[in-house]
């Protein structure tokens, strides 16, 4: 068990509890595995580990709470990120929450290998839960260890904030550390289980509740605590809906749904696949949450998931994500349904997710395409042919968007140079048909005569497409080579890859290895293309 001497050192930081002195919470305080009823949380103690060391940590986070960077490398505060120490005004807890998992209803789930530690108020005066994963057993462990490996908490640490620095709503990483204990894993669950280095990343966001947290208490007719918890939502994370306005459950899944509309059309805009869209991890405050099998497309299919669990039905492929989310919010509604007790108004919020879905969608790919606006019919076509041509060949859909946002589109240049940036996005380039290159070029002769007809110049576009289309993203490949290196105690592509991914949108010459197709090695390679659950 832990030691949980009480420190001192992050004297600056001011905790103000809400979550845990305003909801009900389990009576036991030990971490065995059980079902906890009519509570939000339980309280737990982080275990002890034996070597804690910092790997990294996210300047800008630490900014937002606060905390100086040489604060976080102080091996007291190394102590507190790895849990082996607690700060004095911290409450210890892991929440209690269900989901559907792969569209089955899977009872309680909860926090097994997330501890919360409390909340923070931020430099703008907002609170912020600090949550460690990996930090040992809670009551929703169930058979597993309540552990993370190196492997995982580098993904989710380098991903989360990658997405952060792209723009898209995100849960954020203050630290990575590893624990100087080996956790044993089965990777693929192919029977070949082996020791890796633990470590653990202290996650930060505004709330972790999710839609399976109201869930779990309409599941088990527990009325009680589903409205305690809604209230606390609306109060805390909703301030603009009244708390005593008799609409505010509907209000609020109308809010969440909006919400999580623009999540995903983020995640459509830079070619993010969450790999795990269970209930369970999607949060109420429509924030990217819980970094698991996720993958970025290379080539640009729509029918790709990088989560080996998902290979058969890919439930959880890049394209489905639209209509996933919106199944997952039916499934909010359906919880949020005692409280409510008519079916029309929650329809209606429903209905708010197509409508905002619909039109961020278009405003996001007018953007990536340098026009005003999808409202005419030719700007339309022009987004559908986008993504036709994205498909003709296998094509890069990183490099594609930013190469489009560099070419000129002056009638004095000749259509076989205008295209020949497009043609470094293409894969196996030699097999290519004149064909197939002549779909790209016809593409862009439209786009660019259409740019002509609206008078926009070659310059300000190119600044607000190149605003709009990242020059870098974490790759698969890459976050595996961060991965290989540093479980061979090499942390320095952990760093490199944080540094890059803070300003994706600009040019970094010297960064051009990671602004070039995914390398042939990694096309099937475990880890770059395949990703399993196991963490
Ligand atoms: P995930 O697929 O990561 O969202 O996890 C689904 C559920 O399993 C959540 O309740 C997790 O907390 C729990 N879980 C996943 N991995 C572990 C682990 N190593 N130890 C304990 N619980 C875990
Ligand atoms: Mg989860």
Known sequence: MSQNGRVSVLENLQFD??????????????????????????????????????????????????LAPEQIKQQDVVQILAGNKLHGGMDPHAACYGGHQFGNWA???????????????????CHQMLQLKGAGPTPYSRSADGLAVLRSSIREFLCS???????????????????????????????????EPGAIVCRVAPS????GSFEIFAARGDHETLRQLADFTVATEFPEIENDDPDRYVTLLGQVAERTADMVVEWLRVGFVHGVMNTDNMSILGLTIDYGPYGWLDNYDPNWTPNTTDAQNRRYRFGNQPAVAQWNLVQLANALFPLVEKVEPLQEALELYGHRFESQWASMMAKKLGLPSLDEAPDKALAEDALQVLQTVETDMTIFWRELSSISCLESVEPSDRVQPLMNSIYNFDRVTQEQKSVFTEFVENWAARQRGLGSGDEARRSSMKATNPK????????QLAIERA?????????ELLDLLKSPYTEQPNKDIYYAPRPDWARTKTGCSQLSCSS
């Open 161 to 195: 904030e990658a997405m952060h620095h792209l723009g898209v709503p995100t849960t954020r990483a203050l630290s990575l550390v590893t624990t100087g204990d080996e956790v044993i894993r089965d990777m693929l669950y192919d029977g070949n289980p082996r020791p």
């Open 472 to 479: 870098y993203v974490l790759r698969n490949y890459m976050a």
């Open 487 to 495: 479980e061979q105690g090499d942390t320095s592509i952990v760093q």
């Open 107 to 125: 009872g309680q789930l909860g926090d097994g290998r997330a501890i919360a530690l409390g909340e923070v108020i931020d430099v703008n005066g």
């Open 208 to 211: 972790f509740i999710r839609f």
């Open 17 to 66: 509890n809400r979550f845990t002195t305003s909801l009900p919470s389990d009576g036991a305080q030990d971490s065995h595995s059980r079902q906890v009823v009519g509570a939000c949380y339980s309280r737990v103690q982080p275990a002890a580990v034996r070597d804690p060391k910092l790997v990294a940590f996210s300047f800008e986070t630490a900014e937002l709470l606060g």
